[in-house]
């Protein structure tokens, strides 16, 4: 990779007045994205601001029916911290890529990027979360703009995530063999008044609310409500993993089988 | 170039490194702690695993800076000082849990930290914690058998493959 | 007379200990400090004409010390590196000829394929030499770019080489054509399958790595590079560099995965060699990831389209094989030789069909070269057979198994010798079927599939046999020496990038010279210090070297009952070994063998003339191949909406002749059955029209990981020992590739039968199968 200056903020405002400074400069929080598309050249930041020293970026803090996560708050601390408040959330945590990678790679770093197969675009976006950042907060609907594209403005810093938590949701992920991303993947997320489904790694244009769905489940929180309903294969994505009607198919099949577990026993 | 310190199976060492030195190259090239391999460019394949302030992270997917001050653990820094293996080492070899031993570090450092938060995995316990440590050679079942015989764990059906 | 080692003793792991604690020496471990760090700059365009490479900009970054290109390399008097192994017609009189595909070690005029390497960088850093590769420029116009495993009949666009206006390599041929194709003409059952052997990237985890020294007062090059072993390896070096053997000295050491891509000399080593030499410092290089699958040589990739013509009653009367192997750009190492003289040698198998014919074409392709990879042709050869016999079944309505067991050849007819004249000396494969058959429970399978349903999910269950050819090259040296110190030092050829050789031939040397394991000194992976032969390739290091070891210690106790006959009063006839310990009738005098080099030195000193020593270098010398053969089974389930497949249970039974260490045997099948699995599921090189490669990286080649390993399995030794080595020992690196492919497609094909499933190709993905089974019901 191209080299350049690191720099360990111990502040929120210390990372945004080097990032208002120079605009080549670029965050890094886990790394675990960022660092091998810096080795493939494909990002070239004149300085790298770790975000992984600020205190006040980490950990879970619960507010009557919401959860706000720290952005530099690794995965496994997710999955290991959230299980008794919001255990969907914790088991989508523990299912990202592998132990090493949950151990470095945070959820503010998987949020900004955006990638359009990565787990915890899904989560927030089903919940209707909402993105914390040094300058406003923005609702995960305004959030997600497409593939690595988001609301975040340059040099804006997202600081924490803040999900109200459903009565029940679960995280179905089929995943790429090769990456451990996931191929397709939806959370479903049951509240009290409506029901969210997000749909990751299938659509050409990044994670999406899938409004059918969401519609059926609200109106029956069963199976068999999503079972008949059928996505159209354009705009998904075919490779040599999937073609995009395999994709199509496997979302209310992912949305039914979530739906079955969480109202099973 | 900027001196970056951390404490490395127990011992302060300093060095110098770049913004980009990976913590992967900073251990192998600056400490000469070979142990330690890189087998690809992604962090999928597992080879590069240490242990990070007591946990596992692939260390060709932190920088080298983002470590100072840390406490590392490396393979070199699994067996006892008079050459005794580790219990994950010893039962790597007894169960023939490694063939051309490029993986076989990563994995150890896996498995090391597996048994310290789970003491008596179950199998699938094993596969979810090793899913990011990929084997070329074994065709991981002895892998399997490894961790069982480090967590004193019978073999079960596993013994019945010979 | 056969001898047995082992079987009933802990076995023996000499290597495991230092590897596991991290005190592997894989090459680029032992860089020499100060090395200068080599990057290559390399194509980023499939098929091109180089107009210019411009490195002045590269050039003026600090610590940059040279670029080297194409006129580089023939300045300093470089060939292009040529392929080795000349293809022979089937009944090995006559060479075939094959396009000529001259490969540069820097591409001057013209690129071929995508991470075809154009310049080199070396710097005194890796970091400075990465940065100033960036900055390097090249423009390249663009040619038409062939991709894929197909032929024209007709003159192509830009083809690849002028010498095939097509981009065909080769044609060959194998049997009576007419003959067959009137037999099965004339049968009453013609069964037609066409079966694709995806590329695959054999990605042992160790990158390449090499660094390359030179020494201006002998003139001689030293390489460190990961190797099967060093020979072939020198050979082609030397060729390319431009001077004799006895001006390069290659080093192997530990060697993190082989799997048939490093036997070869690969371009980098020549261009790093010479920018050693012109800078008068070591170079090294290690390979990213990303870089081993732009350069490394591919494997498989043939399409194979393969007709039976069968009785009424099943006997399969002939068998034709048309394949198209798909050479890369350039015929590399025996590449040529996978699609086709590999497949006449293994495709007879456990039948005994009259009558077989091949045709194999090679086509030349914009994509890095083709070459061995594990099993290089058993596999496809298997893949053939086998999904044969499983389609001929349900089209003739026999019993699957059934219908094998009528074309099987019998234990009695050994030896047999094949229609390609291999002989068959051993193998009992109707033993192995049935030893299958109950391991697996196959009677009680129909239960199971049941059960499945009721889940939702079609199971099914599949075997393979198979018969491969295990031992290639016959001929295997091996230096035996006993020092004054007391140690025997054995000097083998191939390298273990794996497979515990160390282990395996120091317990068979102790065990016939009953010396303790640590008086043995193992030496391999230096060419200047081993004798000249062949590689770990070919499941041939157990049987062969294993052969070679034995006989070298019975042949040295000889010699040293002699020389104890010198030092004592005895006769030779009259002394007696055991445990290590000659011992003189009558006198009851005793000599350690290990004793005897410092006894003689003794004598020697004392004035004695004996000129008897236990040095020698032994030669085993092979009839031919042997044949290891087995029967696999898988049983697996599959999602019927979502074609999510599992390997639920997974038997081996295997006849690898006489075991000498059962641990290592199922170390072997094991990982080998992973391989096969991998193609049998996942793994494929993909690349676009335009020759991108598309799976570039492991975020998007995938292979098994823990969590696509089979949930049981079982391993069963059948051996029938082969009388063609002294210790009845038969291959075993690539068996468990050959079967478990086979294996695998079969038991899914089986699954998704009901379903109306008729035609799969690997690797079969849940895609794959949904598509199937939606295209199937429609």
């Not at chain 1, 496994?76 to 523990?94: D, K, N, T, Y």
């Not at chain 3, 006198?587 to 004035?607: C, I, K, N, S, Y």
């Not at chain 3, 079969?746 to 998704?752: P, T, Y």
Request: glycine residues 10%; hydrophobic residues 40%.
């Amino acid at each position: 990779m191209h080299n350049f200056e690191f720099i360990r903020a111990t502040s929120v405002a210390e990372a945004a007045e080097i990032l208002r400074d120079d605009p080549e400069a670029g965050l890094l929080s886990g790394g675990q994205t960022l660092l091998p598309t810096m080795k493939q050249r494909l990002a070239a930041p004149s300085k790298l601001v770790s975000l992984t020293a600020i205190e006040a970026l980490k950990g879970l803090s619960q507010e009557g029916d919401s959860l706000t996560i720290g952005g530099a708050t690794t995965h496994a601390e997710v999955a290991e911290r959230a299980v008794g408040i919001f255990p969907g959330l914790a088991s989508l945590a523990g299912r990202i890529g592998d132990p090493a990678v949950r151990n470095r790679g945070t959820i503010g770093g998987s949020l900004a990027n955006n990638d359009p197969a990565a787990c915890y675009p899904a989560a927030a976006l089903a919940c209707g979360a909402m993105m914390v950042t040094d300058r406003r907060e923005i609702p995960a609907d305004d959030y997600f703009l497409g593939v690595f594209e988001t609301a975040l403005q340059d040099g804006e810093i997202l600081t924490a995530v803040r999900f109200p938590i459903p009565e029940a949701a679960c995280y179905q992920k089929f995943i790429q063999p090769a990456s451990r991303f996931s191929m397709v993947a939806v959370f479903v997320a049951r509240f009290a008044d409506r029901v969210g489904v997000a749909v990751t790694g299938a659509s050409e244009d990044g994670v999406f609310r899938w409004a059918e769905g969401e519609a059926a489940l609200g109106a029956a929180f069963t199976p068999d409500a999503v079972q008949g309903l059928s996505l159209p294969e354009t705009g998904m994505i075919t490779d040599s993993f999937g073609t995009g009607a395999f994709r199509a198919h496997l979302i209310p099949v992912l949305t039914a089988r979530a739906v079955t577990s969480l109202t099973a026993g | 170039m900027p001196m970056v310190t951390m404490t490395v199976n127990g011992q302060p060492r300093s060095a110098e490194a770049e913004g980009r030195t990976l913590l992967s190259q900073f251990l192998r090239e600056a400490l000469g702690l070979t142990g330690t391999h890189v087998g690809c460019d992604t962090s999928q394949c597992g080879c590069c695993i240490v242990e990070v302030d007591g946990r596992a992270v692939k260390s060709c997917a932190m920088l080298a800076q983002e470590a100072e001050g840390a406490r590392i653990t490396t393979i070199e820094g699994q067996a006892a000082e008079d050459g005794t293996m580790s219990k994950v080492q010893a039962a790597f070899v007894q169960e023939q849990g490694l063939q051309c031993g490029f993986c076989t570090p990563g994995m150890v450092m896996s498995v090391t930290e597996l048994l310290r938060h789970t003491p008596k995995p179950s199998i699938d316990e094993i596969k979810h914690h090793l899913e990011g440590n990929i084997c070329r050679c074994t065709g991981y079942r002895n892998i399997i058998k490894a961790v069982l015989v480090a967590s004193d764990q019978p073999l079960g059906a596993l013994a019945s493959d010979h | 007379m056969v001898e047995k080692y082992g079987t009933a003793q802990s076995p023996v792991d000499l290597e495991s200990e230092a590897l596991v604690k991290g005190q592997g020496q894989y090459t680029d471990d032992i860089a020499p400090a100060g090395a200068l760090h080599g990057v290559f700059v390399r194509s980023t365009v499939a098929h091109g004409i180089i107009r210019s490479i411009d490195t002045a900009a590269a050039a003026e970054l600090p610590g940059v010390l040279g670029i080297y290109t194409a006129r580089d390399l023939a300045d300093a008097g470089t060939n292009p590196i040529m392929f080795m192994v000349p293809l022979m017609s089937a009944d090995g009189k006559t060479p075939v000829p094959y396009v000529s595909t001259p490969r540069p070690a820097l591409a001057g005029d013209r690129v071929r394929h995508i991470g075809e390497a154009i310049a080199l960088v070396v710097a005194d850093s890796a970091g400075a030499a990465q940065d100033a590769a960036d900055l390097v420029e090249v423009d390249i116009e663009e040619l038409t770019a062939h991709i894929g495993t197909r032929l024209s009949e007709d003159p192509v666009e830009d083809p690849i080489w002028d010498e095939a206006p097509n981009n065909q390599a080769y044609t060959w041929y194998a049997g009576d054509q007419e003959a067959v194709q009137a037999t099965i003409a004339a049968s009453p059952y013609k069964v037609t399958l066409e079966l694709n052997n995806q590329r695959l990237a054999g990605s042992p985890m160790e990158p390449r790595a090499a660094t390359a020294s030179f020494d201006p007062e002998s003139g001689r090059y030293t390489l460190y590079a990961g190797s099967q072993g060093t020979m072939f390896l020198r050979k082609g070096f030397a060729d390319a560099l431009g001077v004799g053997m006895d001006k390069v000295h290659v080093i192997s050491k530990d060697v993190g995965g082989g799997f048939g891509l490093k036997v070869y000399v690969y371009p980098e080593y020549v261009a790093i060699s010479v920018a050693a030499r012109l800078l008068g410092q070591a170079v090294r290089w290690t390979a990213t990831r990303s870089e081993a699958l732009q350069a490394d040589q591919g494997g498989r990739d043939s399409h194979c389209t393969v007709t039976g013509g069968f009785d009424a009653d099943g006997q399969l009367n002939a068998l034709y094989c048309d394949i198209i192997g798909n050479m890369g750009a350039y015929s590399i190492g025996i590449g040529p030789r996978v699609p086709s003289s590999v497949i006449a040698e293994n495709i007879v198998g456990p039948y005994a069909t009259p009558l077989i014919g091949i045709r194999s074409r090679g086509v030349h392709s914009n994509t890095i070269p083709t070459s061995p990879y594990r099993g290089a042709g058993r596999p496809e050869t298997t893949y053939m057979l086998e999904r044969l016999m499983d389609e001929a079944a349900i089209q003739l309505d026999i019993d699957r198994v059934e219908l094998r067991r009528r074309n099987l050849i019998d234990r009695e007819q050994m030896p047999f010798t094949n229609q390609f004249g291999h002989v068959y000396d051993s193998g009992d494969f109707a033993a192995v079927l049935d030893g299958a058959m109950a391991s697996s429970d196959w009677a009680g399978f129909e239960a199971r599939r049941a059960e499945a349903a009721t889940r939702g999910k079609l199971r099914g269950i599949g075997c393979a046999l198979f018969v491969e050819t295990a031992g290639a090259y016959f001929q295997e040296p091996l230096d035996f020496r006993v020092t004054e110190d007391g140690m025997v030092e054995v000097r083998v050829v191939g390298v273990s990038t794996g497979q515990r050789h160390r282990s395996t031939i120091t317990h068979i040397a102790c065990s016939i010279l009953g010396i303790p394991l640590d008086k043995v000194r193992y030496i391999a992976g230096d060419s200047d210090d081993v004798p000249v032969g062949s590689p770990t390739v070919g499941s041939r290091v157990g049987q062969m070297t294993g052969s070679a070891m034995h006989i070298a210690a019975h042949s040295a106790i000889e010699r040293g009952r002699a020389i104890v006959g010198h030092l004592s009063s005895g006769q030779p006839n009259d002394i007696t070994f055991a445990n290590g310990v000659y011992t003189v009738a009558g006198t009851g005098e005793t000599m350690a063998f290990l004793d005897l080099p410092r006894r003689l030195a003794e004598a020697r000193a004392e004035g004695r003339e004996i000129e008897e020593t236990l040095d020698a270098v032994e030669t085993f010398q092979s009839p031919g191949f042997s044949f290891p053969n087995g029967c696999h089974v898988a049983e697996v389930e599959v999602d019927e909406l979502t074609g999510e497949m599992q390997i639920l249970n997974y038997t081996a039974v295997d006849d690898c002749g006489n075991v000498i260490n059962h641990r290592e045997v199922e170390a072997q099948l094991m990982g080998g059955i992973a391989q096969g699995i991998g193609q049998g599921i996942m793994e494929q090189m993909v690349y676009d029209e335009s020759g991108q490669l598309l799976s570039g990286s492991f975020m998007d080649y995938a292979m098994p990981r823990i969590t696509e390993m089979p949930q049981a399995m079982t391993i069963v030794d059948l051996p029938d020992p082969t009388p063609s080595n002294p210790l009845g020992a038969k291959g075993v690196g690539e068996s468990g590739t050959t079967a478990s492919v086979s294996t695998v497609a079969n038991a899914v094909a089986d699954a998704l039968r009901a379903r109306g499933v008729t035609n799969l190709q690997t690797p079969l993905t849940a895609s794959r199968l949904w598509e199937a089974m939606r295209t199937a019901s429609a």
